[in-house]
């Protein structure tokens, strides 16, 4: 007998600890999930996309929406935290951040201007903010909703970030992701 999908995951969000889940490798990581955006909460995940600083994410609904300065073209999230928001697989791509990322995204490690490697492309982390909303909170329940905003908790980036597109290229599944010397 399947049990039905639970939109809380079974468990506790209170007792984890979100400092050591957001961690992550600090300079080199990789992508673990890409996810274009499509009309209706579509999904799709390809195996390999392209970035170009004039739309994004080739293919994501986002990339259609105007975004003057640029600073919520692309956006990332760490799988570690995603995975234990959404408790399983298939609910990953529910999140709606294009990359899926096993590195440490949290303003200690990635402040704003931070540039980063992602496959073949190069990305500036910016200073739009990423938090939960009601899609969030439908989809993932109340209990996820407070934690990815709990003041003391933001710092780590537990929603994920927002990037702008420097430098177009490919990027795939498995895809290297690093941490780029400041200039």
């Given at each position: 007998m399947t049990r039905p999908a639970s939109k809380e995951p079974a468990n506790d969000l209170e007792a984890v600890d979100w400092a050591r889940v957001a961690s992550g490798p600090s300079s080199k990581g990789r992508v673990e999930?890409?996810?274009?955006?499509?009309?209706?909460?579509?999904?799709?995940r390809p195996q390999e996309a392209f970035l170009t600083g004039e739309q994004g994410l080739i293919g994501d609904?986002?990339?259609?929406?105007?975004?003057?300065?640029?600073?919520?073209?692309v956006t990332l999230l760490n799988s570690a935290v995603a995975r234990v928001i959404a408790g399983d697989e298939p609910r990953l791509e529910e999140f709606g951040d294009n990359?899926?990322?096993?590195?440490?995204?949290?303003?200690?490690?990635?402040?704003?201007?931070?540039?980063?490697?992602?496959?073949?492309?190069?990305?500036?982390?910016?200073?739009?903010?990423h938090l939960g909303c009601a899609k969030f909170a439908r989809r993932f329940g109340h209990a996820a909703l407070r934690i990815v905003n709990r003041k003391e908790l933001v710092p780590l980036k537990l929603r994920g970030i927002h990037a702008r597109v420097l430098k177009p290229g490919r990027v795939w599944l498995g895809a290297p992701i690093a941490k780029l010397a400041a200039d």
């Open positions: 999930l890409i996810v274009l955006r499509l009309a209706n909460e579509g999904r799709e609904r986002w990339s259609r929406a105007e975004d003057s300065e640029g600073l919520s073209q990359f899926l990322v096993d590195l440490d995204i949290g303003t200690a490690n990635l402040p704003t201007g931070a540039r980063l490697r992602l496959g073949e492309a190069e990305l500036e982390v910016t200073s739009e903010p």
